[in-house]
Structures are given as C-alpha cells and as structure tokens.
T-cell receptor, first 114, second 109 residues
Framework: KAGVTQTPRYLIKTRGQQVTLSCSPISGHRSVSWYQQTPGQGLQFLFEYFSETQRNKGNFPGRFSGRQFSNSRSEMNVSTLELGDSALYLC?????????????FGPGTRLTVL | QKEVEQNSGPLSVPEGAIASLNCTYSDRGSQSFFWYRQYSGKSPELIMFIYSNGDKEDGRFTAQLNKASQYVSLLIRDSQPSDSATYLCAVNGNNDMRFGAGTRLTVKP
C-alpha cells in the first residue's frame, strides 16, 4: 500500500506570495492532519480534516487554511507569506474518526520564504 | 507548562545497552500515546502506540504508560547505532495530536 504523498517536496517563495501544498493520504484513510515543524518550535498542529470538514484547528493565524476533497486528498494554503513561515510542512493521515488516531506522516514539503 | 514534555537530550548510550526515553503530559483526558522516530532530514515514523496503563512490547521496543502519573516512556533494548535519531512523544486528546520537542538519542558503537 502506498504511503502518504506530498507535493511539492521543496518550494521557494518570497514574502507576500501565497503557496498551496498538497497531500494524498494512504488509501482508505479519511483523516488528514497538517503540521508545521521548525527547529525552534518543533512539531506544531495546524489543522485536521475528516470527511471534507475541518474538525480541529491549532493556534495559527488565518493566513493558514486548508481543505479536503471527497477523495480525502487535502490541500493547505498559506497567504501573504512571512519569513517565519519557512518550515517543513508535514501531513499525516489516519484511518478513521477515533480517539486513537494512529497517524502516518508523509515526507513533507520544505518551504523557504525569502 | 508545556503540554507534552520530554528531556531534549542528547541521550547517549553504548551499543547493546538499554535506552530509556521519558515523556510527561498535562492533559488528564488524553486517550492515546505514541512514539515516533525521526531521522535527520526525514519525516516522523510511528514506532509504538499505547492506550492502556501498563507495558506494551514490540520487538526491542517497550512502551510504558502510567495515566495516574501522566507519564509515558519508551525503552529500547539492545540499542543499535541505527537507533540514533530523535524520538518524539505524541499525545492525543480532543482529536488533536500534541508533540513533545523530542529527545535526541545517540547510540555509540
């Protein structure tokens, strides 16, 4: 079974631009979560989508948004990029709506904002 | 107080020794607990999960959970140089996952 895939793997943008990242979950997984990882802050939860609905949201500004499609693929958008948005963005998928939530991570998208 | 706390390390053990990684969490309502391994430049990889108090063994790995003490640990027996990585503790509560900052483990040959 194929794992979680993320595209693109690397991205360079300039301040003020916007960016869209894509995540395809493991086949059959309906929940997709997004995380930002930086050396200083570690792994921080952005949001989770289940059945095309945002179920949870972390403490990030409204410039960070996402959506999920009927095939469970998810996209994340960051508008008006700032230097501090440079990070590894990880998506993780899990099988179903449960409190147990075993998540499997994709390889990540490395975003650099200049 | 951080929601999930881990000793940042680095933790260094000789090859063949037992590595002990610890994690405490603040949310008593947390339901599930995970250990991820992350090699430098790679994404986290799930290695163990535990839901009930007590021990859970999987090969060389043993996860221990004590909900009363809000404590979860990971033991790695017969540590190998290939176990050298950052180990992330993650706690699930209210359907969102909270990660610790990670403990960097080095296994010396």
């Amino acid at each position: 079974k194929a794992g979680v895939t993320q595209t693109p793997r690397y991205l360079i943008k300039t301040r003020g631009q916007q960016v869209t990242l894509s995540c395809s979950p493991i086949s059959g997984h309906r929940s997709v979560s997004w995380y930002q990882q930086t050396p200083g802050q570690g792994l921080q939860f952005l949001f989770e989508y289940f059945s095309e609905t945002q179920r949870n949201k972390g403490n990030f500004p409204g410039r960070f948004s996402g959506r999920q499609f009927s095939n469970s693929r998810s996209e994340m958008n960051v508008s008006t990029l700032e230097l501090g948005d440079s990070a590894l963005y990880l998506c993780a998928s899990s099988l179903e709506d449960s409190g147990y939530n075993e998540q499997f991570f994709g390889p990540g998208t490395r975003l650099t904002v200049l | 107080q951080k929601e999930v706390e881990q000793n940042s390390g680095p933790l260094s053990v000789p090859e063949g020794a037992i590595a002990s990684l610890n994690c405490t969490y603040s949310d008593r309502g947390s339901q599930s607990f995970f250990w991820y391994r992350q090699y430098s430049g790679k994404s986290p990889e799930l290695i163990m999960f535990i839901y009930s108090n007590g021990d859970k063994e999987d090969g060389r790995f043993t996860a221990q959970l004590n909900k009363a003490s809000q404590y979860v640990s990971l033991l790695i027996r017969d540590s190998q140089p290939s176990d050298s990585a950052t180990y992330l503790c993650a706690v699930n509560g209210n359907n969102d996952m909270r990660f610790g900052a990670g403990t960097r483990l080095t296994v010396k040959p």
